[in-house]
């Protein structure tokens, strides 16, 4: 149990455009869903937390208006990654919690997005 | 702020030796202790954890002890195989934040036949 998939895998962008990063808990309620950014060889950094129904909460450094969150159902979180320029290329990685009634987070795959 | 520090990698160790993952913590009040593993190509997975001072968290021959006075909360397991080869990340969750995870940077681990 406690199943996150990620779509897409990866994808590769013009410089530009957008593109949108889905998260979804296959089995169970996610209350609460984070997003993170890995850079090659270093750890996680968490971007935002976002709680169904609410604005997400951004941690600092993150533009949010270039990073939007959308959290708009109990299985469903979403992240567009706005006017995608090639230093927004890495690996991007969601995460959710509220299995189990817990605050444990179950981690998704991740999606690699590179911006050309 | 709070922080977590982990031992630089890449460790490579050979099948069967002794292995320990140093993590050391910075953190205001008792937060919970985590290790999570990344096998190649595969999202984290938690491997265990500890939510109090001295509790020790177990999984998989892998074990940590939650040390308040040192701050630290090492990985060890006494006989590594090829098939623990993966990044091991340790992680804090600071208390009555929701869940927020804080990681070190991970340590790559290779363990050769």
């Known amino acids: 149990g406690a199943v996150v998939s990620q779509h897409p895998s990866w994808v590769i962008c013009k410089s530009g455009t957008s593109v949108k990063i889905e998260c979804r808990s296959l089995?169970?309620?996610?209350?609460?869903m984070f997003w993170y950014r890995q850079f090659p060889k270093q750890s996680l950094m968490l971007m935002a937390t976002?709680?169904?129904?609410?604005?997400?909460?951004?941690e600092q450094g993150v533009e949010k208006d270039k990073f939007l969150i959308n959290h708009a159902s109990l299985t469903l979180s979403t992240l567009t990654v706005t006017s995608a320029h090639p230093e927004d290329s890495s690996f991007y990685i969601c995460?959710?919690?509220?299995?189990?009634?817990?605050?444990?987070?179950?981690f998704g795959p991740g999606t690699r997005l590179t911006v050309t | 702020g709070d922080s977590v520090t982990q031992m630089e990698g890449p460790v490579t160790l050979s099948e069967e030796a002794f292995l320990t993952i140093n993590c050391t913590y910075t953190?205001?009040?008792?937060?919970?202790l985590f290790w999570y593993v990344q096998y190649p190509g595969e999202g984290l997975q938690l491997l265990l954890k500890?939510?109090?001072?001295?509790d020790k968290g177990s999984n998989k021959g892998f074990e940590a002890t939650y040390r308040k006075e040192t701050t630290s909360f090492h990985l060890e397991k006494g006989s590594v195989q090829v098939s623990d080869s993966a990044v091991y990340f340790c992680?804090?969750?600071?208390?009555?934040?929701?869940?927020?995870?804080?990681f070190g940077q991970g340590t790559e681990l290779s363990v050769k036949p």
């Open positions: 953190a205001t009040g008792y937060p919970s």
């Open positions: 089995d169970f309620q996610a209350t609460t």
């Open positions: 992680a804090l969750s600071p208390n009555n934040q929701g869940g927020k995870l804080i």
């Open positions: 995460s959710a919690s509220g299995a189990y009634g817990s605050y444990e987070q179950y």
């Open positions: 500890a939510t109090k001072a001295d």
């Open positions: 976002s709680n169904e129904g609410s604005k997400a909460t951004y």
